[in-house]
């Protein structure tokens, strides 16, 4: 879901010449859900190989993460741990949403609504335990980083980027302001159209300055907790009525924030919720090896033979990996000198 922070949220462009040498930290969930849900046949169901095997997130990473990484960008990816026991009512909600669009999906096939049947396709999309554990081994064929959060991966890539052991967060998601990242980056692809609405829109990298963030809206990083969740949060629904205009509004004019909450919702525990973010579990012992060589046997063996991958676009690939390589290894010979 996210926090919704609407219009109060600015937002800058960047380059990728800017980004060049970074290290940017993605949440892992919210790129496979992309792929999962954008990555799809005429006939709105995800690609699979011969054998029925989903395929559409191998595609989205081999494709849009070594585009990434020939632009000179080192990338790191996090997977969710075990989530707070008060997502459970967002997880089920979730559930239940994907249950009705089946039931759409079923009715627009049967009346051949071909445009019903991409949007609703879309909104069944699930990540289960194959596509994760395929998803991490092809990251790390790539050389890319794997981490995995004991908890919420947009908290462990938020500490990171804090830490200074990432430069920036990647996620589409503003929760990651909330857990604190310095910096967070969205709509990173090198695509520059998207549809939306019925209209085709131009997008680009852009980069959330938290301090930058903060200091527009004149609040201390405390407040913007209490302002997520005035709003609603992945654990919580928020206040009714209350947007981010009006929950700026009463951060602003209540300093004791128990009788606020109590006269807005005296039967909401707002504190359980601010302790789920101050106190979420985080792996802080955490080395990030950015300089992994490319292996290209495994991918070829994980691609080609075992999904169906055409041959020759994983070589023409690799071939542009080659000198990712090469350049790491002499990144790695420069410091001998």
């Not at 969710?80 to 999906?105: F, H, V, W, Y």
């Not at 995995?148 to 804090?162: D, F, H, T």
């Not at 913007?224 to 992945?234: K, P, Y």
């Not at 950015?290 to 063996?301: C, G, P, T």
């Amino acid at each position: 879901m996210g926090i919704k922070f609407g219009d109060l949220v600015i937002k800058k462009p960047i380059t990728f010449e800017e980004l060049k040498g970074k290290k940017i930290g993605l949440d892992a969930s919210n790129v496979l859900f992309q792929f999962l849900s954008s990555i799809r046949g005429v006939d709105g169901e995800p690609l699979k190989d011969k054998e029925g095997n989903v395929t559409s997130h191998l595609v989205g990473i081999f494709s849009r993460f070594t585009n990434l990484m020939d632009k000179g960008i080192q990338l790191a990816v996090c997977f969710d741990g075990q989530a707070p026991i008060l997502k459970a009512k967002t997880q089920e909600e979730r559930r239940i949403r994907k249950l009705e669009a089946e039931e759409k999906l079923k009715k627009a096939k049967e009346e051949e609504e071909y445009e019903l049947i991409l949007k609703y396709s879309k909104r069944t999309t699930r990540l289960n335990e194959e596509i994760i554990k395929e998803s991490k081994l092809l990251f790390s064929y790539l050389g890319i980083p794997v981490i995995q959060a004991p908890s919420e991966a947009e908290a462990q890539i938020s500490y990171l980027n804090k830490k200074g052991i990432l430069d920036y967060t990647a996620s589409s998601d503003m929760d990651c302001l909330v857990y604190g990242a310095p910096k967070l980056l969205i709509n990173l692809t090198l695509s520059t159209r998207r549809k939306l609405g019925g209209k085709i829109i131009k997008i680009e990298p852009q980069v959330i300055n938290l301090k930058e963030f903060l200091k527009s809206l004149g609040v201390t990083q405390e407040q913007l907790l209490i302002m997520a969740i005035l709003i609603g949060t992945d654990f919580n629904e928020g206040i009714m009525g209350i947007g981010p205009k009006k929950a700026l509004k009463l951060v602003k004019e209540n300093k004791d924030y128990d009788k606020m909450f109590k006269g807005l919702n005296p039967s909401f525990d707002w504190e359980e919720v601010r302790d789920v973010f101050l106190k979420m579990p985080i792996e802080k012992d955490i080395k990030l090896d950015f300089n992994q060589k490319v292996q290209e046997d495994k991918i070829k063996e994980l691609l080609v033979e075992k999904h169906d991958f055409n041959k020759e676009r994983v070589e023409k690939t690799l071939e542009k990996l080659r000198k990712v390589n090469k350049n790491k290894e002499q990144s790695n010979l420069g410091k001998w000198f």
